[in-house]
C-alpha cells in the first residue's frame, strides 16, 4: 500500500526558529512536493524536486528552503519561523504524470 | 495569478442528487487534469484525472467533463452520498514533471 508519512501532525514553535519538517515516501517515486493549505488560498506550492538533489521553486518559496539528499526523502526548512508561516503543511509524491499521494499533513503554529 | 479557479467556495445537495462541482484556468498549456477531496485533518486523496485529448471520464459515481475551448472543467456526482462531504481540489499540470498548480477548493455538504 502507498504511503506517505510526515514526521509530525501537530508541531508548535517559536517566532526566529529554525523548523525541520520531514516527509518519506516508500513508493520509490522520483517527484515530491510540498504544499501549504490556507482557507480561502486553497494548496500552494512551496518546492518541489523531480529526482534527487534536484529542486525548482514553486509560487511560494521565500521564506522556505528545501534539501533531498535521499529518493524517499524530502525536508522542508523554514530557516527563520514567522507567524505568518503558521499553516498546515502537506507533503506529496508522483512518479512522473500520474497522481500525486500525499502525507496526512503537519500542523504548524508559529507564537 | 490564481491559474486554477473554483469559485464556488462551498455547495450543499440533498443525497441521492447531483453534485456538479466547477473549476475554471487560464494556462492553455495545462494538459491534464485532476480531481482531489480532502476531509479535514488529512491529506488530499486522488479522485478522477482527465488529459487533454478527452472530453469526457467516467469512474463509477464521479465524472468529468472537459471543456477546452471554455477551459472549463467540472465534476458530477451522482448519486451524491454524505460520505461525499469534504472539501474538493481541483488541479491542472502541463507535461510529466511540471508542478501541479491547484484550485481553492469547494467544501460539499451532502445533506441526508
Known amino acids: 500500500d502507498v504511503k506517505v508519512t510526515q514526521s509530525s501532525r501537530y508541531l508548535v514553535k517559536r517566532t526566529g526558529e529554525k523548523v525541520f519538517l520531514e516527509c518519506v515516501q516508500d513508493?520509490?517515486?522520483?517527484?515530491m512536493f510540498w504544499y501549504r493549505q490556507d482557507p480561502g488560498l486553497g494548496l500552494r506550492l512551496i518546492y518541489f524536486s523531480y529526482d534527487v538533489k534536484m529542486k525548482e521553486k514553486g509560487d511560494i518559496p521565500e521564506g522556505y528552503s528545501v534539501s533531498r539528499e535521499k529518493k524517499e526523502r524530502f525536508s522542508l526548512i523554514l530557516e527563520s519561523a514567522s507567524t505568518n508561516q503558521t499553516s498546515m503543511y502537506l507533503c506529496?509524491?508522483?512518479?512522473?504524470?500520474?497522481?500525486?499521494?500525499f502525507g496526512p499533513g503537519t500542523r504548524l503554529t508559529v507564537l | 495569478d490564481q491559474q486554477v479557479k473554483q469559485n464556488s467556495p462551498s455547495l450543499s445537495v440533498q443525497e441521492g442528487r447531483i453534485s456538479i462541482l466547477n473549476c475554471d484556468y487560464t494556462?492553455?498549456?495545462?494538459?491534464?487534469f485532476l480531481w482531489y477531496k480532502k476531509y479535514p485533518a488529512e491529506g488530499p486523496t486522488f479522485l478522477i484525472s482527465i488529459s487533454s485529448i478527452k472530453d469526457k471520464n467516467e469512474d463509477g459515481r464521479f465524472t468529468v467533463f472537459l471543456n477546452k475551448s471554455a477551459k472549463h472543467l467540472s465534476l458530477h456526482i451522482v448519486p451524491s452520498q454524505p460520505g461525499d462531504s469534504a472539501v474538493y481540489f481541483c488541479a491542472a499540470s502541463s507535461g510529466g514533471y511540471q508542478k501541479v498548480t491547484f484550485g481553492t477548493g469547494t467544501k460539499l455538504q451532502v445533506i441526508p
Open positions: 506529496a509524491s508522483r512518479h512522473s504524470q500520474d497522481t500525486q499521494y
Open positions: 513508493m520509490d517515486h522520483e517527484n
Open positions: 494556462n492553455s498549456m495545462f494538459d491534464y
